[in-house]
């Protein structure tokens, strides 16, 4: 936990990405994209790592809303009906760290499985 607590919070005009700025100075400007494939939600992590999903087809995914939850967290809504992550301060914080790396190795996942980021499927035509 980095005890993380958000001093701005944005859904950019055209809802494709959410910029998080932290009272540590960090800021960080995440695309939907990125959040709806890393979203903490059952639906994407499972109930454990082997149960997790890969989501493939979200490139054009946008946040519809951010819905506070308490003090701690927000919901985000996508536009493709996606509603039950749940991002706490502390998962944005992380996410916006490591998000080279997570991006980085979401994209290979996908190429080893032949998806794609489009929504024509998910399924990579050669």
């Known amino acids: ?10 859904i950019h005009k055209d809802r494709r990405a959410l910029t998080i700025a932290f009272e540590d100075g ?12 890393e979203s903490p939600s059952a639906e994407v992590q499972g109930h454990s790592p ?15 809303e951010a819905i506070p939850v308490g003090n701690y967290a927000v919901r985000l809504i996508f ?3 996606h509603s039950t992550g749940i991002f706490t301060w502390d998962i944005l914080h992380e996410l916006g760290r490591e998000q080279e790396e ?15 980021r489009d929504a024509a499927g998910a399924v990579r035509r050669h």
Not at 103 to 116: D, G, H, I, P
Request: hydrophobic share 40%.
């Open 1 to 10: 936990m980095t005890d993380a607590w958000p001093t701005e919070i944005k």
């Open 26 to 37: 960090a800021s960080f400007t995440l695309p939907a994209e990125y959040l709806r494939v």
């Open 50 to 64: 082997a149960d997790r999903q890969l989501v493939a087809g979200k490139r054009e995914v946008r946040v519809d």
């Open 79 to 81: 536009d493709d009906g």
């Open 102 to 116: 997570r991006w980085t190795r979401y994209l290979q996942e996908l190429a080893s499985r032949n998806l794609s």
